[in-house]
């Protein structure tokens, strides 16, 4: 039966999209029907992390797979594939290495490149020459990678782009991803190639878990792997895949993000910029906050192996997942995500997990205090710091306990960081904060919606709306904004600038005037009972 998904801006019970459309792909929308069944959902709602992998022989030249195709010479097209998949040997791949540390990580799923747009195919297909086993490496690298991923206890998923440009140049069709035209015999020929390959998917490496299509047409895909795989989980193109983006608030129904450890999807040596292990671990954080999921992309090297940058940062997460991990995995979202720095997971109705992110300065051995405006204690209230016994702290005697005090304020917290990751006493990584047998101070949290806006001789007139307002008690409102470099720069742009707070309107419409000169990135802000609330994200272009 055909699910179709429509996105509402809700808090608790409902849904928020993020709205910063420049660079944005939107092709996860493509399709109109959805046949996950309900159990392979929730199971992605109770997964946390995923590991990406994208691969293929443009790994030799260091630069962005596939797209490179689009525009290029006949004579650099002709190279490209008759040329490179001569010199395609990655005797290094050892999928069994990368299992075991995408384990380590939390990752409970890996989702491997089987054809990227270009074409070519990862595994040993009857469809074409095009393919890893024509290359000096022969082998079906794909089976590998089946194999140890399923050794590892890891659910196996396949990305599958059905644009093929090696198609299209066999067929004297301009390679392009936006304006591809194709006859009608073409076209019944370009869907039964398509079908082939996802047949031989489907039947040829057993029980496959994670579809992620990437490219249309989507339907013949979905038809033929869900006929095939009835159980199959398909991401992008059934469900939220927002791309190297975090949603700008919470979205109740599965979704996940696709994130690149630095800029780039493919091995890319040079013009690339490593985003750091805690920000990597704040991004985690981050989707689990907001009720999705982060797919983690590497890329290997040519030669199979992950270099080493990528593996430092695995190292990383895992080191702070060992520790923290009953606050992402089979969490929800709390009343609302985040209080400032502080972000906010959830368990069983009254667990919460106070996630401080903001801890790179927090000394070992040394007491900090926390006010948590959403939460109210009760009589069987209970504190600790994940990973820690807050009993003992190396070397010194110094009181280590965690307590907790109700105000008028909110609920006061206050812990010591005692426990020693590196040997320089310098972890700079989230502090978790445990708080059992806690409530929400409020049942029904504002409903915010980021508005459009206007460019006047002033700057900027935004706008914001609060959907609930007649059912709840909120008196004011403001705007947050920082500039807004690109898509990709959003993950590295700095710390929102407050704006002055202003009143809402009986119909809970707000709206502010700002002095915005550039591209801006935006959201609505609204207190209530002393908690700031946030809308999604939308982009002002000047």
Same mark, same amino acid.
């Given at each position: ?446 409903? &915010? $919606? #980021?508005?459009?806006?206007? +460019?006047?001789? /002033? @700057?900027?007139?935004?706008?914001? !709306? ?21 898509? &990709? $720069? #959003?993950?590295?742009?700095? +710390?929102?600038? /407050? @704006?002055?707070?202003?009143?809402? !309107? ?37």
């Amino acid at each position: 039966m055909y699910k179709k998904y429509l996105f509402f801006l809700l808090v608790l019970c409902g849904i928020q999209t993020a709205s910063a459309q420049n660079d944005l792909v939107k092709d996860d929308n493509a399709s109109n029907y959805n046949l996950n069944k309900p159990e392979r959902e929730l199971w992605l709602k109770n997964t946390g992390l995923g590991l990406f992998i994208h691969f293929s022989m443009d790994s030799q030249l260091g630069v962005v797979i596939s797209h490179s195709l689009v525009g290029a010479s006949d004579d650099c097209v002709n190279r490209y594939f008759n040329e490179l998949p001569k010199t395609f040997d990655p005797s290094k791949f050892d999928p069994h290495q990368i299992a075991t540390l995408a384990k380590l990580a939390g990752m409970k799923y890996i989702v491997f490149t089987t054809k990227h747009h270009s074409g070519f195919c990862m595994w040993d297909t009857k469809t074409t020459d095009f393919s890893i086993t024509h290359t000096p490496y022969k082998k079906d690298l794909l089976k590998e990678f089946v194999d140890a991923t399923r050794e590892a206890g890891l659910q196996v998923g396949f990305y599958f782009s059905p644009e093929d440009f090696n198609f299209l140049r066999d067929h004297h069709i301009p390679i392009s991803r936006t304006d591809v035209k194709m006859d009608t015999q073409t076209r019944h020929e370009y869907d039964e190639y398509t079908r082939k390959q996802c047949e031989e998917l489907m039947t040829n490496y057993g029980k496959i878990d994670v579809l992620f299509i990437d490219g249309d047409p989507k339907e013949v895909v979905k038809q033929t792997c869900w006929k095939l795989q009835p159980d199959l989980l398909i991401t992008r193109g059934a469900i939220k895949t927002p791309e190297q983006i975090m949603p700008g608030a919470m979205i109740n129904e599965p979704w996940l993000s696709c994130i690149t450890m630095g800029t780039a999807w493919g091995y890319q040596p040079t013009n690339e910029r490593y985003k750091s292990g805690s920000q990597l671990i704040g991004l985690l954080i981050e989707a689990r906050a907001k009720g999705g999921s982060l797919l983690l992309n590497v890329g290997p090297k040519p030669d199979g192996s992950l270099p080493i940058e990528q593996e430092e940062r695995l190292r990383e997460m895992s080191a702070w997942y060992f520790v923290n991990r009953e606050c992402i995995d089979s969490v929800r979202s709390w009343v609302i995500s985040k209080e400032g720095d502080t972000w906010f997971t959830a368990k069983g109705g009254h667990i919460l997990y106070a996630i401080v992110t903001n801890a790179a300065d927090w000394k070992e051995g040394t007491r900090k205090t926390f006010l948590i405006r959403s939460a109210i204690a009760t009589n069987q209230t209970q504190v600790s710091v994940l990973g820690q016994n807050s009993k003992v702290i190396e070397y010194k005697t110094d009181d280590v306990s965690c307590r907790y005090k109700q105000t008028d304020q909110g609920l006061e917290v206050s812990v010591v960081k005692a426990q020693r990751i590196y040997d320089d006493h310098r972890w700079p990584n989230p502090v978790v904060i445990k708080l059992e047998n806690v409530a929400p101070v409020f049942k029904e949290a504002a409903i &915010v $919606e #980021t508005g459009a806006s206007s +460019k006047t001789k /002033a @700057g900027a007139v935004l706008k914001g !709306k609060i959907l609930n307002y007649k059912s709840i008690s909120v008196k004011r409102a403001r705007f947050d904004y920082r500039p807004y470099h690109g898509q &990709v $720069e #959003t993950l590295y742009a700095g +710390k929102w600038t /407050a @704006g002055t707070w202003v009143n809402i !309107k009986t119909d809970g419409t707000f709206e502010a005037t700002i002095p915005l000169k550039a591209d801006y990135e935006y959201k609505a802000v609204v207190e209530q009972a002393n908690v700031e609330i946030e809308g999604e994200n939308k982009l002002f272009k000047q």
